[in-house]
């Protein structure tokens, strides 16, 4: 089995401390809706975000990466035959599991409504098992007490240079265990310690910095390799 987890994911409402910043009061005023039914988006509340001082102000406020990102991994063989469990772990300690059946809208704009749906009820009304939110849920919490998994692989920048097929063959040596990938889920900026000490190896992959969702493709295409 593996667990897909997308880490200190830049996805969230509004915080409170910004909800009365010109700009996001004129941006709620635009598109016809309350602060508190808004993602944060760097797009249109960094001049809120810096002014307020937003902790880790630069690693926040971008959806359509979480976006891209579940696009990618719900689309693949590997979890549509249950192979694979996602989690996005958010950097505000929020938890979004995702289940077997839940197809995620391509059209961003429907997204972004079942995004602030989840984040407000805590879950879809008309499908409540296939996606549930989880409050004060830490990355920690997630591996240790939710996945529990035989090793964690994280990929950064800062990781031991590796082709991924070498990566699997040197650690994924047992389809019976379960093994834990972890990519970030922010524009700007490395992974925290907590996180750094919580994987157990940390890879790149390339010379390049890739997008996480092109980071994810590959892993879980080798992934299938392996398993089929």
């Known amino acids: 089995m593996y667990s897909l987890v997308i880490a200190e994911a830049a996805i969230e409402l509004v915080p409170q401390s910004l909800r009365n910043h010109p700009s996001v009061k004129n941006h709620s005023k635009r598109i016809g809706r309350d602060s508190n039914e808004i993602l944060l988006d760097i797009s249109y509340h960094q001049k809120a975000m810096v002014e307020q ?25 590997l979890f549509k035959q249950k192979k694979l469990k996602v989690y996005v772990s958010t950097i505000d300690n929020k938890l979004i599991i995702i289940n077997q059946g839940l197809r995620i809208p391509k059209s961003y704009f429907r ?3 079942l995004m602030i749906s989840i984040f407000n009820n805590h ?8 996606i549930e939110l989880r409050a004060n849920v830490g990355f ?3 591996i ?6 035989d090793l964690v692989l994280g990929f950064s920048v ?13 650690n994924v040596v047992d389809n019976s265990k379960n093994y834990c990938f972890v990519v970030g889920g922010f524009q700007r900026g490395h992974f925290s310690e907590t996180v750094n000490q919580t994987c157990s190896n940390l890879y790149s992959i390339s010379p390049y910095s890739l997008e996480s969702h092109v980071v994810i493709a590959r892993i879980l295409y080798e992934c299938e390799n392996y398993t089929y």
Do not use: M, Y
């Open 140 to 142: 920690n919490d997630l």
């Open 53 to 77: 001082n937003l902790r880790e102000w630069w690693k926040r406020g971008r959806p359509d990466i979480v976006h891209f990102d579940l696009v990618e991994a719900l689309s693949t063989p």
């Open 111 to 113: 997204f972004e409504r």
């Open 144 to 149: 240790q007490k939710i996945i529990r998994p």
């Open 123 to 130: 879950k879809i009304d008309k499908s409540p098992n296939l």
């Open 158 to 170: 800062k990781g031991t240079k590796s082709k991924i097929c070498d990566i699997l063959r040197n």
